[in-house]
């Protein structure tokens, strides 16, 4: 038998009409965690299903374990050498068992012996560091707990083969770290074969090869270097004076121009770094000069989003800006918490949040779940009164005249919650009357929203037929319909491609640039919180940093050290080496490691000593600060 | 078949029903709960019936009778009425549902040996209690008419009064009531309605319960894993089937108990068909949550497909052999009427195995089919 | 825009939208129908409490012209001869079976007795497994061997001072059940849905998350909640109408005595009422199944003890007291008021009043959760 554990040719599925994935051919080998990356709607999820055989599918052919799964009897007879995490927080796990019922219960389902369920159990709750919360039922677990414990339950027979659909989305980034650790230890360690799917780009490094999918197919695979050299080229970013007009220059010459905060960031295709900077220079000195050039390799997203290029055919946001609204007090900030505090009994959800946000400021609010970023919002916005403190918007508080301030704000929360039921028109219009805008008004905007999303042409489309990425454009255009001076945003971009992200960031930044609005975000995805011009990060209901990201990435880079890359052949075996020598900012990513310290030049020389490995330095990520920080603020809450 | 998997399957199942407050309720509040407000609320005995008397003769033989009516235990005296008025006042009021309307001349007519006549108004709004009420009229009506008759031709032809009124009545009907000695409707009803209740409860909570876990995507588990369908079927549904047994022997409580309905027939041949019963109706359960893809629908679907022909076809109002002939087929298609059938016979008729093996059969072929048809249309491998 | 007819706006597009969203739901809307007519329907014409053709058997061992004359006396439509038996043996299986429901035994020489004057009787047998029916039959068969027998002396005879009592039936002169099942299933069903749709539109939005969206805007909790009632009740009252012109006038007759716009007017208010315990289980309830189940916790009662079937003075007096804390109860009344007796709205007024009451006590609770849950 060959070394393939998944073999699939031309494999296609379709729902009633809807052609889900077709034409996916990809193999997985022996021992490997094969990655399936791809937003919402991708088809990873139709694909992992076939594999696990619990889904039939159309046409193609699917081999596992060199079964032919097109037959009953066929699927059925791999399975006990399989295990499936299906998607959801917790979704295959029973919320009213505890830890250890629910471990159990698995055992007895895959008949696994006494004797061996108990040790495998231990041995399991012990690396998932569930073991102190046996007894606890599974519904009040944290979403990460919950899948460090979906994980156990897919591992309690030993399977040969796991099949995880997107094991961390919904987690926070301490907990998305965590899973990875402990799935790289397992899958080293056991010799298993995993194929993952996730929604992050940049976990994409996780994986020894992979699939990118987007609309049912794959559009690369292989290992992360070999499809990061599908679109050469390189990444530059800056300063500019003149934020507006620099970005204006570099849209016009390249497809993919982001702004970071006060940065611009742009996607230089085919040139090496040094090239590009100057390309970059060239056109930028033209628009107002910039300073503090930096330039580095291209990421993954990026070349997803260069890959889809050619193909990509979604209506791209239209260039319509929200028309500034009677401007309010100037002088007054546009968002103040002024020591908010929330308890629900004896829980303290939200202890003495204080921050401004100054009109036209990109904030970011981060954290883990359970932090406080909701809560906080839900208070700033009037849903939920707070304990003690208070906060005013645009200088108005907001106890007092809630009224007034419902009107000056707008809130997209966390799910785009739109009437899925409704068309996009009707919509627009609801939400235009629940404002009180005049019929004129009413016209007016529903024409502006419409235009702003791309969605002109979808107009009488019911919102349940959208795909995210549209969905969300709309959900925005609802929630600015009535040109609210303040714009609250709770995680607006889980589920939705790196294209349709981009382009809903290109709308925030002329809205916080060009028509002066305040805007709060809060995010998972830590690099995003790369656009924003400010950060707070939460933790256990308190503000435990609040700078820019540039400082915060100083700080970090103070306290920890820099991060390194190791690369090589030999690269996995050289973390018990660091381990040995003390170093311990040690995580594994596919075939290489990232390494924290402050003595780069140790590190080095020990890397040198193994041979064959190499040693980059890395550039921090707003990931790495977050998951440091709240890892360092854990320990001490723990002790 | 490994009995492990079903037994680790049937006890996970039975701690997530027990530790679910409002599933829990669902499975033992509910079956109890609908079993007094059935057995109070759907009660058809008419007693106390209030009434009012217009007496426009205020004669001796006007007061006389009605007397008799104020007398009688199925009647409430609610006092005089001054005229028919008045007495639609009152009816229409909802106050009394039934005015007696003596008129002028009646003593007279009576003493003079002339038949007399009376009224009486009735409220027809519920058209049970209206039947009712004019049964007890006549019934008493009758009585006094022939005892007015027989004092006359006693006075007139000097027989003793005895004599003439068993001459007048020459035919007696001695009534033997069977089954049910004392009339008392929830006698005849506390049985029927643990037929009705074990039809709603099963298909409901068995349908809730297993697409709770297709909803929620706990099902994959069993999809992913090797357990094989019969494995699936027989340890989801166990717990179910358990419930209900229990519920059964709680509902048999209540109506000996709390009903006071008399158990005349086999105990363990009643316990047998009940659990035979029971499977049946989870059985359906089964069938509408391999169909169907959300709890809502469970919900609706499980409502429409039992309540109505629980009710309607089953024996539990009207009589089987009273039904139109399409409606008698729908009966004789449903699993209810022979279970009815079953308590009816062990709980009144005292009836057992040997007379009552044949809907005993029916409804153990009705288990079989239904699990046939949930096992074949549950897949492992779903085409969505 | 000044604030009254902003706010009315802000009720317009909110009354609207819930309007589009359940006429998009499609199983929905089909069970709608479905309640307000074949369910309706069926209930009326399927469900019959009066005695039709009960199952006789005659045992006849004196085989007289004068026992021929009793038997041919039960007729149809209360009764139906089935055939003649021949012993007990024959006759107990026949009533344990279930194929008789009624044997008249006419003893040997009962012919004789009649003829010479004497005395005799005749025996019957009921099986009262159905109550109801039991006792009915055997007071139709009780007048009809007491007119057999007064016949038999009486012939030719002058005419005695007997009584008469006409009974004379009002509001439902035939007893048609189909108009008390047919008008008492279409309040179930309204009882059902005023209290289910509120609830499912008001948990709906608590499962998607639209509810915050509503939260942030200046919209009021009686704003929210306030239209899903509104827009429900159009819906129901348009079923309700279904109900009436479709199936319960033209299938069955139902006379609708009263002032029909009367009717209309009280239905709209009896469902707000009904609205507000469904509300007040939409604050409780985190999803829909679970709302579902709720509302069936509630309904329950409320449909059974709502003296449709049983009257209060039949009931245990610890039970009774619960009637009055049915909506239904008063509502019944009111209908049955409006629809069979022709009773004016002035005449109902106290049903109205306690009805009311009942109903905006339970609005205000589930609109003071509504707030406190959601600040």
Known sequence: MPDWVIRSEGFGKRYGKRQAVSGISLAVRA???????????????????????????????????????????????????????????????????????????????????????????????????????????????????????????????????IVLDEPTTGVDPVSRRDFWQILAELVSSQGLSALVSTAYMDEASRFARMALMHEGRVLAQGQPKEILALRAGSVVSCVPHEQVRARAALAANYAQVEALGPRLRVFVPELAREAAEGAVTRLIDAAGGATAYDS??????????????????????????????????AAAPAIEAISLARRFGDFVAVSDVSFTVREGEIFGLLGANGAGKTTAIKMLTGILPPSSGGGRIAGVDIARELGCVKSRIGYMSQAFSLYLDLTVSENIRLYAGLYGLTRAERAARLDWVLEMAGLHALADTLAAELPMGQRQRLALGCAL??????????????????????????????????????????????????????????????????????????????????????????????????????????????????????????????????????????????????????????????? | MKLERVRALAWKEWREIVRDRLFFALAFVVPALLMVLFGYGLSFDVENVPFALIDHDRSVQSRDYGYRFIGSRYFDFKGYAADEADAYDLIAGGEVRAVLVIPPGFGRDLAQGRPARVQTLIDGTFPNRALTIRGYVSAINAERSLDSAANYLAARSGTPYADVRARLQPVSLEVRYL???????????????????????????????????????????????????????LGKLAPYVAIS??????????????????????????????????????????????????????????????????????????????????????????????????VAGCFLKGAGGAELWRPLLVLALYACALFAAGYALFSKRPAS | MNALSRWCLQLRVMFGKELRQLGRDRVLLAFIVYAFTVDIFLAASGVSLQLKLASTFVQDVDHSSASRELASRFLPPYFQVKGALEDERAADAALSSGRAMLVLTVPAGFGEDLARGEPTHVQLQVDTSNAVLGFLAASYAEQIVARFGLETQQAGKTPLPVIENRTRVWFNPNQEDSWFMGISELLNVITIFSVLLPAAAAVREKERGTIEQLLVSPLTPLQILLPKVLSMTVVILAGTALALFCVLRPCFGVPMAGSVPAFFALTALYVFTSAGFGLLAATVARNLAQAGMLTILILAPMLFLSGAWTPPEAMPEWLAVFTHFSPLYYFINISFGLLLKGQSVAALWPSVFDMMALGMAAFAAGLLRFRRQFG
């Open chain 1, 31 to 161: 021992g490997e965690l094969f990655g399936l990356i791809g937003p919402d709607g991708a088809g990873k999820s139709s694909l992992m299903k076939a594999v696990a055989g619990v889904l039939k599918y159309d046409s193609g052919t699917l081999e596992v374990f060199g079964t032919d799964m097109a037959r009953d009897a066929a699927a059925e007879s791999v399975k006990a050498r399989i295990g499936l995490m299906p998607q959801g927080l917790g979704q295959n796990l029973y919320g009213d068992l505890s830890v250890e019922e629910n471990v159990d219960f698995f055992a007895k389902l895959r008949l696994v012996p006494d004797e061996l369920a108990r040790e495998r159990k231990e041995k399991l709750l012990g690396v998932t560091r569930l073991a102190n919360f046996r007894t606890r039922p599974m519904k009040q677990l944290s979403g990460g707990m919950k899948q460090k414990l979906g994980l156990v339950c897919t591992l309690i027979h030993a399977p040969e083969l």
């Open chain 2, 245 to 342: 047994c229990v519920n059964s022997l709680l509902l048999w409580l209540m109506a000996v108990g709390l009903y006071r309905v008399p158990f005349k027939g086999d105990f363990a041949f009643f316990a047998l068909a009940s659990m035979v019963y029971v499977a049946c109706t989870t059985g359906i359960g089964l069938v509408v949550s391999v169909l169907v893809r959300t709890q809502i629908a469970a919900m609706i679907v499980t409502m429409v497909i039992t309540l109505i022909p629980a009710v309607l076809y089953s024996g539990l109002i009207i009589p089987v052999a009273s039904l139109s002939d399409a409606a008698s087929f729908v009966a004789h298609a449903m699993p209810a009427m022979y279970y009815a059938d079953i």
């Open chain 1, 296 to 329: 580095g390799e291209a990421e993954l997203e990026d070349v997803f989003v260069a890959l889809l290029a050619g193909s990509h055919t979604s209506a791209d946001a239209g260039e319509a800006s929200a028309a500034p609204a009677a401007a309010g007090n």
């Open chain 1, 481 to 639: 319909v009535h040109r609210p001076r303040v714009l609250f945003l709770d995680e607006p971009t889980s589920g939705v491609d790196p294209v349709g992200r981009r382009a809903f960031w290109d709308v925030l930044f002329r809205l916080s640039r060009v028509d002066g609005v305040a805007l709060l975000v809060t995010t998972h995805y830590m690099s995003e919180a790369e656009h924003c011009d400010h950060l707070a990060l939460m933790f256990a209901g308190r503000i435990v940093a609040d700078a820019t990201p540039g400082a915060m990435k100083a700080a970090l880079e103070q306290d920890m050290g820099a991060l390194y890359e190791v690369s090589g052949e030999k690269a996995p075996a050289f973390a018990p080496v660091l381990a040995a020598a003390g170093i311990t900012g040690v995580s594994v990513h596919g075939r290489n490691l990232h390494v924290l310290c402050r003595d780069g030049a140790r590190l080095t020389a020990l890397a040198g000593g193994q041979g064959g490995l190499q040693v980059r330095a890395r550039a921090l990520t707003m990931e790495d600060v977050f998951v440091e920080r709240v890892r360092a603020l854990e320990k001490e809450a723990g002790r």
């Open chain 2, 179 to 233: 089954f049910n000695e004392a009339v008392l409707s929830i006698w005849s009803l506390a049985p029927k309605l643990i037929m009705l209740i074990l039809m709603i409860s099963p298909p409901f909570l068995t349908a809730l319960g297993v697409v709770r876990e297709k909803e929620n995507g706990s099902i994959f588990n069993i999809y992913a894993s090797d357990i094989s369908r019969g494995e699936f079927l």
